[in-house]
């Protein structure tokens, strides 16, 4: 009887979110500033009487074949990784999963690659996780995302992501004093808008247009910088300039592509900024799911209260990426 189960945080990213992308980082390297946070998605990987595939997620499948899996990622990562079947994969995630902006995709699949492994009796450290993450859904999936989120999800912490043109990722986590960091969380506000949305159309549109006009190139290279300067002023322990680079990237970023925004999300954030946040943004790729918010703390009864209608979220920052919390 063989039973894992793995553990992965999910993200929540500062600055330079879409440089990460191959198309842009290739030719102009990317950066982005984010860290784990501790809500998570467990992955449950149980031996299975017979030879089928047994998996439930949102939906229940049931197969005799590899071949024959609907979910994409479990059916790529299980063909990377050679395992035939005579298993059962269950999925929970601590919050809504699906549009959130948190990652949620790729924190499933490092959860995935690392419970297999532990699985099949092998150890893969949080630089393997991340490549390989990529690798199942880049490639073999071909989907239209970047790179931070599974590089976030496998090493956990508050770091700095470089996306250098020879393909390479180099993870330096933010050197600060503890005092800052403990600031830094007191001071964000996670509110859920209760919108969902498939990120993929808007991946797709932004990536055409950055790749095809220079323009949203040189506001992405400005985004890059961004998250240097954010480098380090945390480094030189100095957060008084924290939500005025959010807010900076989160204008940029609005205009790369139509539809990031909305309506209803310049209406949240205008009042929040009017209760007295310094900056802010739509985390992931925008038109829904969480906007994250910093302020002073003696503002955040005020921006409560002008946000009334949304879910005022409890987040914490992770320090350890994805991990097997049971091995039997």
Not at 133 to 151: F, P, W
Request: net charge neutral; proline share 3%.
């Amino acid at each position: 009887m063989v039973m894992v189960i793995s553990r992965t945080p999910l993200r929540m990213s500062f600055v330079g979110g879409g440089s990460d992308f191959p198309a842009f980082y290739l030719n102009h390297g990317g950066a982005v500033v984010s860290t784990a946070i501790a809500k998570y998605v467990y992955v449950t990987i149980n031996r299975k009487f017979d030879d089928g595939v047994r998996i439930a997620y949102s939906q229940n499948e049931e197969v005799t074949s590899v071949t024959d899996i609907k979910h994409p990622i479990v059916k790529a990562t299980m063909e990377m990784m050679n395992i035939s079947g005579g298993v059962e994969i269950t999925t929970i995630a601590d919050i809504p999963s699906q549009g959130s902006g948190l990652g949620s995709s790729s924190t499933f699949t490092v959860g995935l690659i690392n419970a297999l492994s532990a699985y099949d009796g092998n150890y893969v450290s949080a630089e393997q996780l991340g490549a390989l993450s990529c690798h199942v859904e880049i490639e073999r999936c071909g989907e239209l995302i970047g790179k931070q989120d599974q590089y976030a999800a496998a090493f956990g912490g508050f770091n700095f992501f470089e996306f250098r043109p020879d393909d390479t990722v180099v993870v330096s986590p933010i050197v600060c004093k503890p005092s800052t960091m403990q600031e830094i969380r007191k001071n964000i506000l996670v509110f859920y808008t209760g919108i969902t949305r498939s990120a993929s159309p808007l991946l797709r549109r932004q990536c055409e247009e950055v790749t095809s006009t220079k323009s949203k190139q040189q506001v992405l290279i400005r985004m890059v910088s961004l998250a240097y300067d954010l480098r380090n002023e945390l480094n030189n322990n100095n957060i008084d300039s924290f939500g005025d680079i959010l807010h900076e990237n989160w204008q940029l970023k609005k205009s790369l592509t139509h539809g990031i925004s909305t309506s209803e999300i310049d209406e949240w954030y205008g009042r929040a900024r009017r209760a007295g946040a310094a900056g802010g943004k739509v985390l992931g790729a925008g038109a829904g799911g969480f906007l994250m918010f910093y302020a002073p703390q003696e503002r955040h009864r005020n921006i409560i209260q002008a946000l009334g209608e949304l879910r005022l979220i409890d987040i914490d920052f992770d320090p350890l990426g994805s991990r097997i919390i049971f091995y039997h």
